[in-house]
C-alpha cells in the first residue's frame, strides 16, 4: 500500500526495541506511540532513545497515567467493576497511598507554577524532546482546556533537573499493566533506579 501510495507513513503501537529496528529497516518508521508519563516512564531506557537515532516521533499515550496525574484520584478511591485500573498493581490499596508521592510533587510544582497537576505533568513531556507529542485523551471540554494550557507552562533547565531530582526520589510501586497482559507484551521492562 505504501509502494502504491495509499500510505505515505505508518507508525507503531506499544512496540519493543526489536521490533521497531525490524520495521524501520523495511520502510521508515513515522512514529511510536507507546505509554510514557511521570508514572511510566519505561520507554525511557531504549525507545526513547532508539526514536532519536531512527529519526522517529515519539506519541506518549496516556500521559497523565490514566487520569492519575491528574491529582483526582486519593488513597480511598477504589475503581468501579471494568476499569482497567482496578486490575493494575500501581493502583492497589497497598501501593496506592505510596505512589501518590508523586501527585504531591506534582501539586507542589503547581504552586510554583500557577498549573495544575495535569498541566505540569504534560509540560514535563513537552521538555523532554521536542519531537514527543503526548496525547491526553479527555471526555470533557475543560479538561481539553485545561491540557491545552500545558503548553504555557515552560520549565528552565535548572527547574526541570530540580523536577527530575525530585522525581527520581520517588519509586512508583506496582506493575505498569495486569500480569494477564504483561505476558503478551513487546513493551519495555520497568526503568530501574541506579
Same mark, same amino acid.
Given at each position: 500500500?505504501?509502494?502504491?501510495?495509499?500510505?505515505?507513513?505508518?507508525?507503531?503501537?506499544?512496540?519493543?526495541?526489536?521490533?521497531?529496528?525490524?520495521?524501520?529497516?523495511?520502510?521508515?518508521?513515522?512514529?511510536?506511540?507507546?505509554?510514557?508519563?511521570?508514572?511510566?516512564?519505561?520507554?525511557?531506557?531504549?525507545?526513547?532513545?532508539?526514536? &532519536?537515532?531512527?529519526?522517529?516521533?515519539?506519541?506518549?499515550?496516556?500521559?497523565?497515567?490514566? +487520569?492519575?496525574?491528574? +491529582?483526582?484520584?486519593?488513597?480511598?478511591?477504589?475503581?468501579?467493576? +471494568?476499569?482497567?485500573?482496578?486490575?493494575?498493581?500501581?493502583?492497589?490499596?497497598?501501593?496506592?497511598?505510596?505512589?501518590?508521592?508523586?501527585?504531591?510533587?506534582?501539586?507542589?510544582?503547581?504552586?510554583?507554577?500557577?498549573?495544575? $497537576?495535569?498541566?505540569?505533568?504534560?509540560?514535563?513531556?513537552?521538555?523532554?524532546?521536542?519531537?514527543?507529542?503526548?496525547?491526553?485523551?479527555?471526555?470533557?471540554?475543560?479538561?481539553?482546556? &485545561?491540557?491545552?494550557?500545558?503548553?504555557?507552562?515552560? !520549565?528552565?533547565?535548572?527547574?526541570?533537573? &530540580?523536577?527530575?531530582?525530585?522525581?527520581?526520589?520517588?519509586?512508583?510501586? +506496582?506493575?505498569?499493566? $495486569?500480569? !494477564?497482559?504483561?505476558?503478551?507484551?513487546?513493551? &519495555?521492562?520497568?526503568?530501574?533506579?541506579?
Amino acid at each position: 500500500m505504501i509502494k502504491e501510495g495509499k500510505i505515505l507513513h505508518y507508525g507503531l503501537s506499544e512496540p519493543g526495541p526489536q521490533t521497531v529496528r525490524r520495521a524501520h529497516a523495511v520502510h521508515p518508521v513515522t512514529a511510536i506511540q507507546n505509554e510514557y508519563s511521570l508514572l511510566w516512564r519505561g520507554p525511557e531506557k531504549t525507545i526513547i532513545p532508539l526514536c &532519536e537515532e531512527l529519526g522517529i516521533s515519539f506519541v506518549p499515550w496516556s500521559p497523565l497515567g490514566v +487520569g492519575f496525574l491528574t +491529582g483526582t484520584i486519593d488513597a480511598n478511591t477504589r475503581f468501579a467493576q +471494568g476499569d482497567i485500573r482496578g486490575n493494575e498493581s500501581r493502583f492497589s490499596p497497598e501501593n496506592l497511598p505510596n505512589n501518590l508521592k508523586i501527585v504531591d510533587l506534582l501539586k507542589n510544582w503547581g504552586t510554583q507554577k500557577h498549573a495544575t $497537576p495535569a498541566q505540569i505533568s504534560l509540560a514535563w513531556l513537552l521538555a523532554q524532546k521536542p519531537w514527543i507529542v503526548p496525547i491526553p485523551g479527555t471526555t470533557q471540554l475543560a479538561h481539553m482546556l &485545561e491540557n491545552i494550557g500545558a503548553e504555557n507552562v515552560k !520549565f528552565t533547565q535548572a527547574e526541570l533537573k &530540580e523536577f527530575n531530582k525530585q522525581l527520581d526520589a520517588i519509586q512508583i510501586l +506496582g506493575e505498569r499493566l $495486569p500480569a !494477564f497482559v504483561q505476558a503478551f507484551s513487546d513493551v &519495555e521492562a520497568p526503568l530501574k533506579k541506579k
